[in-house]
């Protein structure tokens, strides 16, 4: 009778423990914030042609949550055998079912990794649903080993969003492969991870292994096991022509790319693009070649566009010409920074260009002082207007030839295209290669398009004008005659030395000349910011520093802010990656 009793105690208290344990691991409604996973129960059969039958069972729950529709499955179509090398495995769906019936689903591919997305986004699920996915996997099995053949497969992807409460996988192999001819490795957890605490291993039978969970799958865990086996007992896919090399030839095709885009570029510009030279040495100019104004200098040397040195140049010019004063004002206090004032004298600018023109009033509006400061994230708006005036009345004197920059921007629309495609366009061979290539074909296409731009047979001559005006002005002590032949040739080109980049050099060029005494009394009436002598040197530093000064202000705008063994976990072939939508 004891013995009868204890043994009623003991199944008794076995069917309670089970009880207890599915009551603990039961989720309550409020517990429930998205779908997880109850329980995945997982068939992969192994045959003998390298192939693998896989039947999904996920039992899934998203409890009373609103606007849910299914889960997705995700799997990849290849393994890496090494880093430059990948293995294609092409995947079959048998079928997928809901509650045993058929349900609607859709699929894509991106990079290689094959997603069904099952359900219906005109019906609403609740509570438990059970998927049933059933596919075939070729060419799962590894050679590469001279010593042996190997399974090495994620049972469930690393990638999942979805917890999985309980996971149980069978692996049926081959009857020849079994407990006693085979070497066994398990991992779990995140991507990477070598320890295999979070499941069990068991032959349940000869050849039957078996794969149980311990605890949760978190999100971005999974299971991968690799299985040694003696060769000859999987037969080894004998791969096609195409699959040996067709990767190969893809590459090679890809890479013509680059070079073909390269030729055409070249050839192009060889035609429309090339500046020809006038054929002889540069000589010295002595004057402003054609009176072209700093700013419309800069658009003819830079084919088109305006550097904001050459709008600060085109400020002090006016003021050389008595448009505008220029008045430094120093710091205040402690916390105070040293400022720029500019002040509309009156004068009438009919004969300033357009540009010039415009110049003044995006300076001072309706004002007569305005502070340097105070064009801080404002006058940047302006550039592009500047620019479009000066090319304008370049373009209406025929200094270049029209075809160069309608290849420009048609070279500039296709690398722009391109570069959008590849982030908004799906890859679909190749993704890294294909990426590689196109960023060098879209900067060939850049470079060519920002040399397109070709300047006509006159202004080649104007070219060859202006830089014998800064030869000239890098070499001024030799040629005193001309330069003491004309007043006020200081300041007069004092503007193209900023835009030259030679301030420095153009002011050492004036003390050779002059000497030392002649500073002793000069002071500039277009500029207000010394007591005292008037310091060459000072004045140099200060005309470079207001030039930098200005060239950072006006081009200024206002900021954006934004958003920025020898295996291990995941290192295997296939494996579902589930999620919820």
């Given at each position: 009778m004891k013995k009868i009793l204890s043994s009623i105690f003991l199944v008794s208290y076995f069917f309670i423990f089970l009880f207890s344990c599915s009551l603990a691991s039961a989720r309550t409604p409020a517990q429930i914030t998205d779908w997880y996973i109850k329980d995945r129960q997982i068939e992969i059969q192994?045959?003998?042609?390298?192939?693998?039958?896989?039947?999904?069972?996920?039992?899934?729950?998203?409890?009373?949550?609103?606007?849910?529709?299914?889960?997705?499955?995700?799997?990849?179509?290849?393994?890496?055998?090494?880093?430059?090398?990948?293995?294609?495995?092409?995947?079959?769906?048998?079928?997928?079912?809901?509650?045993?019936?058929?349900?609607?689903?859709?699929?894509?591919?991106?990079?290689?990794?094959?997603?069904?997305?099952?359900?219906?986004?005109?019906?609403?699920?609740?509570?438990?649903?059970?998927?049933?996915?059933?596919?075939?996997?070729?060419?799962?099995?590894?050679?590469?080993?001279?010593?042996?053949?190997?399974?090495?497969?994620?049972?469930?992807?690393?990638?999942?969003?979805?917890?999985?409460?309980?996971?149980?996988?069978?692996?049926?192999?081959?009857?020849?492969?079994?407990?006693?001819?085979?070497?066994?490795?398990?991992?779990?957890?995140?991507?990477?991870t070598k320890d295999a605490g979070a499941v069990t291993y068991q032959w349940t039978e000869k050849n039957i292994l078996q794969i149980e969970s311990k605890r949760t799958l978190k999100v971005g865990e999974g299971i991968t096991t690799s299985i040694t086996f003696p060769k000859g007992i999987i037969s080894q896919p004998v791969l096609t022509f195409w699959e040996k090399y067709g990767d190969m030839i893809i590459g090679l095709i890809l890479l013509l790319i680059p070079i073909l885009v390269f030729l055409i570029c070249f050839i192009l510009w060889w035609k429309y693009g090339r500046d020809v030279s006038p054929g002889r040495a540069v000589a010295p100019e002595f004057a402003i070649p054609d009176d072209m104004n700093p700013m419309e200098m800069s658009v003819f040397l830079d084919n088109g566009k305006l550097k904001t040195s050459a709008i600060s140049a085109a400020i002090v010019n006016l003021a050389v010409q008595g448009y505008i004063k220029i008045e430094a004002i120093p710091k205040q206090g402690l916390f105070s920074s040293a400022d720029t004032k500019f002040i509309r004298t009156g004068k009438i600018s009919s004969s300033l260009s357009d540009a010039e023109k415009n110049l003044i009033d995006y300076l001072f509006g309706s004002l007569n002082e305005v502070k340097l400061s105070d064009l801080k994230n404002q006058f940047y708006k302006h550039i592009s207007s500047l620019k479009n005036a000066c090319f304008s009345k370049l373009s209406s004197e025929n200094l270049f030839e029209k075809k160069g920059f309608g290849m420009q921007t048609t070279m500039f629309v296709i690398g722009g295209l391109w570069a959008a495609g590849l982030f908004f366009a799906p890859v679909l061979i190749s993704a890294p290669l294909f990426y590689v290539i196109s960023i060098i074909s879209i900067i060939i296409l850049f470079i060519f398009g920002y040399l397109m731009p070709k300047r006509s047979k006159k202004g080649e001559e104007l070219l060859w004008r202006i830089k014998g005006l800064k030869m000239y002005m890098m070499t001024a002590e030799k040629y005193r005659q001309k330069f003491n032949e004309k007043e006020g040739i200081f300041e007069r080109f004092l503007p193209y030395a900023m835009l030259f980049g030679i301030t420095d050099l153009w002011v050492s060029k004036i003390k050779q000349i002059y000497g030392e005494e002649y500073f002793n009394t000069y002071h500039p009436i277009w500029y207000v910011g010394y007591i005292g002598n008037f310091n060459i040197d000072d004045f140099s530093s200060q005309i470079s520093a207001l030039s930098s000064n200005m060239a950072s202000t006006i081009s200024s705008s206002p900021s954006s802010t934004g958003s920025g063994g020898g295996g291990f976990s995941g290192g295997g072939g296939g494996g579902g990656s589930v999620g919820g939508w």
């Open positions: 192994v045959n003998k042609d390298a192939s693998l039958d896989i039947t999904e069972n996920i039992l899934a729950d998203c409890g009373t949550l609103p606007d849910k529709h299914g889960i997705t499955y995700s799997v990849p179509t290849f393994y890496q055998l090494t880093l430059g090398e990948k293995v294609t495995m092409p995947i079959n769906l048998t079928s997928i079912t809901h509650g045993g019936e058929n349900v609607k689903y859709s699929s894509s591919t991106d990079s290689g990794i094959l997603t069904w997305k099952i359900g219906d986004p005109n019906i609403i699920v609740t509570g438990e649903n059970d998927y049933v996915i059933k596919y075939k996997v070729s060419r799962a099995i590894r050679f590469g080993n001279p010593g042996f053949d190997e399974f090495y497969w994620n049972i469930t992807g690393p990638f999942s969003t979805l917890e999985d409460d309980h996971l149980l996988a069978k692996i049926t192999f081959p009857l020849e492969i079994n407990d006693s001819n085979t070497a066994l490795n398990g991992y779990s957890g995140k991507f990477g």
